[in-house]
């Protein structure tokens, strides 16, 4: 029975491979979720460089200690032009500050000075900017309240009852793992990604070439056919999983975590824990996408349907990534759910025991199991052999 496997797994292998585009747009999985992500983190790491701040100002000679203040903060203070709020609507401007005249009327008498912010809410690209002002001018205003409570003798402190100050507990790693909580996600992308050509081709490809009855007619019991053809998509899936976490150990290396104020350590323990978390789900994952395609009569038809198997992993890995949850030791039994938990929890730097890991595998292996089973049964029937569009 080994040999006989072995046979249609290097059968099914030398087919697939004999086709070098095919595979190789197969193995794009590895590299294209990395460069993906080196995208995006080099995108957020650029939002979070502060660059210096140019304020356009209208009326800056009726607030000069406000002026003072702003550029020992480092901002850029210029003339706003007079055609300002059409440049705001525009984008051609972010925000433009507006000091009225009796500004300095009001300030040297005590009272609240009013200042405005002219912006356009709805621009996204402009929120940064906007954000910064208020903060400057929030600390303005918290520095002149002070300074009035000094001079009439009071202490500060009496307008603030309460002070929060926040004690953060968590680890680099927990750190790490909120900003690169994308990676479980794309790792099982690739589980589902690597071998879906060749579930495709080793099922629905025979039965649209018709040879598929001719192989089943050799003295090859049916549970072997499917086993190598079985391993063959597992190999393929299994390539494209390690390729891509490779690729990530590599890519996170060099994008700039720092400037989002987090520090990812990838050792062997944490890879390790990765494809013991990951590498399992491709067992299962290849079974399915066989039980799919056995149903499909062409290989457009199967790909259609491997698409739409490919749903599956995005609902939980969207939740998961917008709405994380507590995880449970039951979860762990949901294949793809509890492959990314364990991914996450793996980043977070958590030490979990075997258990997780071994209740994780448990339910790919049965999922693997009646997977298989059933695609061995519907070869016995006529209707999936002889059955083409």
Not at 160 to 176: I, N, Q
Request: with cysteine; hydrophobic share 50%.
């Amino acid at each position: 029975m080994r040999r006989l496997i072995g046979t249609v797994f290097r059968k099914e292998l030398r087919d697939y491979l004999r086709d070098r585009r095919t595979a190789s747009t197969s193995l794009l999985w590895a590299l294209l979720a990395p460069l993906l992500f080196l995208v995006l983190i080099n995108v957020m790491a650029s939002w979070r460089k502060d660059k210096p701040l140019e304020l356009p100002v209208v009326g800056r000679e009726h607030a000069p200690s406000l002026m003072a203040f702003l550029s020992r903060l480092g901002v850029t203070l210029k003339d706003a032009p007079e055609d300002y709020e059409e440049r705001i609507r525009a984008g051609s401007l972010d925000v433009v500050l507006l000091v009225p005249q009796d500004y300095g009327r009001d300030f040297s008498s005590g009272r609240t000075a009013d200042v405005n912010l002219i912006m356009d809410s709805s621009r996204q690209s402009a929120q940064r900017s906007v954000q910064r002002a208020q903060r400057l001018l929030q600390g303005y205003s918290r520095h002149v309240g002070d300074q009035r409570l000094y001079a009439r003798g009071m202490a500060p402190e009496l307008a603030m009852p309460v002070r929060v100050e926040e004690l953060d507990l968590s680890t680099p790693e927990r750190t790490a793992a909120m900003v690169l909580n994308m990676l479980p996600f794309f790792l099982v992308m690739a589980a589902f990604g690597g071998g879906m050509q060749l579930a495709s081709d080793t099922m629905a490809g025979e039965r649209e070439r018709g040879s598929l009855e001719p192989l089943l007619l050799n003295p090859v019991p049916h549970g072997a056919l499917v086993t190598g053809k079985w391993l063959a998509t597992v190999a393929m899936a299994g390539v494209t999983v390690l390729g891509s976490l490779a690729c990530f150990i590599v890519v996170v290396r060099h994008v700039p975590l720092e400037d989002l104020g987090v520090r990812a350590r990838f050792d062997a323990a944490a890879t390790l824990g990765m494809v013991a978390a990951i590498l399992p789900l491709a067992l299962a994952v290849s079974a399915l996408q066989m039980w799919v395609a056995t149903y499909a009569r062409s290989f457009k038809e199967a790909q259609m349907y491997q698409s739409m198997l490919m749903v599956v992993p995005m609902l939980p890995g969207m939740m998961l990534m917008l709405s994380p949850m507590q995880t449970k030791l039951w979860m762990f039994a949901v294949p793809v759910v509890g492959q990314q938990l364990l991914a996450g929890e793996v980043l977070r730097g958590e030490v979990l025991g075997p258990m997780p890991f071994l209740i994780a595998a448990a339910s790919c292996v049965a999922v693997t199991l009646v997977s298989l089973r059933v695609t061995t049964g519907l070869l016995s029937q006529e209707r999936i052999v002889f059955g083409r569009s």
